[in-house]
């Protein structure tokens, strides 16, 4: 019984486990902060963006692992497979965002037709993560989306972070810079790191090109719009 216990928890199930266990851990921690409806929703919205990953990935044929969390710093999916294509990359990255967009914006139409203030506060948090999630720096989604265009993208990725961190300091703003400048030093440089993808079509640029400054310009309207309901005073209750 032991052995066979051993060997699920070596497998699918561990995996779920994990993902469910961290699920609830960020819940449990949230919830000391923000109340348990706030904290349910927030890793609700963070679930949905990593399900967009897991998702796509999956319709690629890719070895994908479910999403893990942690507290304050988000969730991640990991991917088994490389060696990406520029393209796979791209639609893999903008996956996130887009389900996690969608659930968001859902978020705010109920937040609307309920008049709830938290609700709208919600909606919010959901806008802004995908949003900072769009900055076009790896590891962010941003870079991964932007590499299918130029990856000379990356080098304006970097003194973005720095500007937020200097509007709201974060430690974790300054990770991601951290991390981001290898890659936009050697964009600069026009040495991409070994094994980088390459660019793609004329056509699949242009798409991806719409697809992310279309997603951005919507994520900063509607959480310039919720930002200023909440300043107002909110929905109602």
Request: aromatic fraction near 10%.
């Amino acid at each position: 019984m032991k052995a066979l216990l051993a060997l699920m928890l070596a497998g699918k199930l561990g995996k779920v486990l994990l993902s469910g266990g961290s699920m609830i851990l960020s819940i449990a921690i949230y919830a000391q902060l923000y109340g348990w409806k706030y904290a349910v929703g927030f890793v609700l919205l963070l679930f949905c963006h990593e399900m967009g990953h897991y998702i796509a990935a999956r319709q690629r044929g890719l070895l994908v692992s479910l999403p893990t969390f942690i507290p304050f710093v988000g969730a991640w999916i990991s991917l088994k497979n490389q060696d990406l294509d520029a393209e796979t990359q791209a639609f893999v990255g903008m996956a996130g965002p887009l389900l996690g967009s969608t659930a968001a914006f859902l978020v705010y139409l109920t937040a609307v037709q309920d008049q709830s203030t938290w609700l709208l506060a919600l909606a919010y948090a959901g806008f802004v993560l995908n949003l900072f999630n769009l900055i076009p720096v790896v590891p962010l989604d941003g870079g991964h989306i932007v590499a299918v265009i130029s990856s000379k993208l990356w080098i304006a990725g970097v003194p973005m972070l720095i500007a937020l961190f200097l509007w709201r300091p974060n430690p974790l703003l300054l990770i991601v810079a951290i991390l981001a400048i290898p890659r936009a030093w050697a964009a600069f440089r026009g040495r991409l790191p070994e094994g980088s993808p390459q660019l793609t079509s004329p056509a699949l640029k242009a798409r991806y090109i719409a697809e992310y400054l279309g997603l951005a310009a919507f994520l900063g309207l509607m959480a310039v719009e919720v930002h200023a309901q909440l300043s107002a005073g909110g929905v109602g209750r």
